[in-house]
């Protein structure tokens, strides 16, 4: 999860955000030479001798022209690239269905029966001793560590919005529409998100909490809970 003044993303979980990670950091590069090459050309401009002579115009329109698009390029095919790699689910081992209300979230295991329950924000008074204050959840969402694990989203009443930035995962919860994303926990550990989308007076009290185990302990902890 985020530290006091981080600067940076959360340590990556997920193959997903490890790209993510990788094309800001590769956006944020071209930038740095963007701003270098202007203040570069404005230092130049401001403490050079004028002069009469300049350059050809049809260089220079070239080049200005040119050299933008090759920008363009080098941003849009790795963007692109994750944007597919982001949005295909191929024969997910694990659907999880969430289901957003004023302010908890419910989530029902459709490959599990009976398998539901409902998720709320330990208020301050209840939290055990070390837990993270507004984060900590009564119910956690367990899945399987390097499963694909498919996650269809909605809602009950308003818009609400499923994220948890560890994962690389943001869906939007709208009512009378499922949306769908997928992840792969590449580690085991608990990984928090929040609702992302404002949904009313307590929108910042409807926490995510998902741990990633390896696939024996989850098989026991979902026959225990389907026991119940």
């Known amino acids: 999860m985020a530290n ?14 490890e790209e993510l990670m990788g094309f800001h950091d590769h956006a944020l ?9 202007v203040l570069y050309l404005l230092t130049h401009t401001l403490t050079g001798k004028l002069t009469s002579n300049t350059v050809n115009a049809q260089v220079i329109e070239l080049v200005w022209t ?10 849009a095919l790795p963007s692109l690239r994750i944007l597919y790699m982001m949005d295909e689910i191929n024969e997910p ?9 004023q302010w908890y979230w419910t989530y029902e295991y459709t490959d599990s029966k009976d398998l539901t329950f409902d998720s709320y924000m330990i208020q301050t008074a209840d939290l055990p001793l070390g837990h993270f204050r507004l984060l ?7 899945v399987p560590m390097n499963s694909t ?3 269809i989203v909605t809602a009950d009443d308003v818009l609400h919005s499923w ?15 499922l949306n769908q994303t997928s992840f792969l926990a590449s580690r085991p550990g608990v990984f928090y998100g929040q609702c992302s989308e404002i949904c009313g007076a307590n929108h910042s009290f409807m926490p995510i909490v998902v741990e990633s185990t390896p696939l024996a302990n989850f098989e026991n902890w979902s026959s225990l809970m389907s026991s119940q």
């Open 4 to 17: 006091h003044s981080q600067l940076n993303f959360q340590d990556a979980a997920s193959p997903i955000m």
């Open 29 to 37: 590069m071209i930038a740095l030479a963007i701003c270098s090459l």
């Open 66 to 75: 040119i050299l933008p698009a090759l920008v363009l390029v080098t941003l």
């Open 93 to 101: 081992d694990l659907t999880l269905k969430a289901i957003g209300h």
């Open 136 to 142: 900590e959840v009564d119910h956690r969402v367990i």
């Open 149 to 151: 694990i498919r996650v």
């Open 163 to 177: 994220a948890v930035p560890s994962l690389g995962v943001k869906t939007d919860a709208i009512p009378g529409r």
